[in-house]
């Protein structure tokens, strides 16, 4: 909804309703946004801090809850991906108190690395953690998400993984709104929450499996053929050690670039092995999937996780008109 007017997004709203299907809003104010570029450019602020300058946190907070309004006024669930700010989380928490249908997700980086890193000294390093909306600045937020995790405020784990070299990076020198957005989380994701959840102490194992696997089944409605062990479920399994540490570095990891967020990061909780459909397609460090034993899964509409209560909220929701004696 970055730039979408609320017209249309009411309608699109709807829309999605009437066809079974769970909205995803990515939360931002465009308009102000490129306001606030101009502003910062004629400034001579050009380097990757003008990225968040130009993207305040209550910007996130403003279009989270503009979403949660109109989604509500269509009575459409709506799922807002990479919530990064303490005012979006809380807006998404108030409207669920009220029975807005929202979900709320939250990405690897969001858990464990605040927004510091984009105003770093070295123009790589900080253009290497450009993302939208960008990484709060404040330093108590990843911990803060965690809480809402484990209240049940923020429902689902992403990776919103969009990786870069430094030297595709490089296009935007000289001015940050051309810096490539984006982050990696794919590869380190369970990791991180583990470490983060688990082994702080905040979430309970079961709830790590919850907000990585299972709600994400469940609200996209392939659920119990995937999020679950059980006769009749495919046999998507993670052999997982608790007690295992590894540190994350761009040296060790397996994506094609040369830069990692989460450099340094000793993590505890560590994958011994994945199996996918019952065949083992990671083992002890070494990657044995087949090329092409991949499956299109696809997700089918009216997910009763989110749609469950949907109709009967129609009903209790439709207008109604007042009968007089003198119409």
Same mark, same amino acid.
């Given at each position: 909804?970055?730039?979408?007017?609320?017209?249309?997004?009411?309608?699109?709203?709807?829309? %999605?309703?009437?066809?079974?299907?769970?909205?995803? !809003?990515?939360?931002?104010?465009?308009?102000?946004?490129?306001?606030?570029?101009?502003?910062?450019?004629?400034?001579?602020?050009?380097?990757?801090?003008?990225?968040?300058?130009?993207?305040?946190?209550?910007?996130?907070?403003?279009?989270?809850?503009?979403? %949660?309004?109109l989604a509500g006024q269509a009575n459409c669930p709506l799922y807002v991906v990479h919530v990064t700010t303490k005012g979006a989380a809380e807006t998404i928490a108030l409207h669920r108190l009220k029975g807005t249908i929202v979900i709320g997700e939250a990405t690897a980086a969001a858990l464990s690395i605040?927004?510091?890193?984009?105003?770093?000294?070295?123009?790589?390093?900080?253009?290497?953690? !450009?993302? &939208?909306?960008?990484? &709060?600045?404040?330093?108590?937020?990843?911990?803060?998400?965690?809480?809402?995790?484990?209240?049940?405020?923020?429902?689902?784990?992403?990776?919103?993984?969009?990786?870069?070299?430094?030297?595709?990076?490089?296009?935007?020198?000289?001015?940050?709104?051309?810096?490539?957005?984006?982050?990696?989380?794919?590869?380190?994701?369970?990791?991180?929450?583990?470490?983060?959840?688990?082994?702080?102490?905040?979430?309970?194992?079961?709830?790590? !499996?919850?907000?990585?696997?299972?709600?994400?089944?469940?609200?996209?409605?392939?659920?119990?053929?995937?999020?679950?062990?059980?006769?009749?479920?495919?046999?998507?399994?993670?052999?997982?050690?608790?007690?295992?540490?590894?540190?994350? &570095?761009?040296?060790?990891?397996?994506?094609?670039?040369?830069?990692?967020?989460?450099?340094?990061?000793?993590?505890?909780?560590?994958?011994? %092995?994945?199996i996918t459909r019952g065949v083992v397609a990671w083992e002890n460090g070494e990657l044995k999937a087949v090329k092409g034993s991949g499956r299109f899964v696809p997700l089918p509409t009216h997910s009763p996780a989110v749609f469950g209560s949907n109709e009967q909220r129609s009903i209790m929701l439709a207008?109604?008109?007042?009968?007089?004696?003198?119409?």
């Open positions: 909804m970055i730039m979408i007017r609320d017209d249309d997004m009411y309608q699109a709203f709807i829309e %999605c309703r009437k066809l079974g299907a769970t909205a995803r !809003v990515h939360a931002e104010n465009g308009d102000v946004i490129w306001e606030k570029q101009q502003e910062l450019l004629k400034l001579g602020i050009t380097g990757p801090e003008g990225h968040t300058q130009s993207r305040p946190e209550e910007l996130e907070a403003e279009a989270t809850n503009r979403a %949660c309004v605040d927004g510091h890193n984009l105003y770093h000294s070295c123009w790589l390093h900080a253009a290497s953690h !450009v993302s &939208s909306p960008p990484l &709060s600045q404040d330093p108590t937020t990843p911990a803060y998400l965690m809480d809402l995790f484990a209240c049940g405020q923020l429902q689902l784990t992403g990776s919103d993984n969009c990786t870069y070299s430094t030297e595709q990076r490089k296009i935007g020198k000289g001015d940050f709104t051309k810096i490539p957005n984006g982050v990696n989380g794919l590869e380190d994701r369970m990791s991180i929450v583990w470490e983060k959840g688990v082994h702080s102490g905040k979430l309970d194992p079961m709830r790590f !499996v919850a907000i990585t696997s299972t709600a994400a089944a469940k609200i996209f409605n392939i659920y119990p053929k995937k999020g679950r062990i059980a006769v009749g479920s495919d046999a998507d399994i993670v052999v997982w050690d608790p007690r295992a540490t590894r540190t994350i &570095s761009a040296k060790t990891h397996h994506q094609a670039v040369d830069f990692n967020i989460f450099e340094g990061m000793e993590v505890h909780g560590v994958p011994l %092995c994945t207008p109604r008109k007042v009968k007089r004696d003198d119409d």
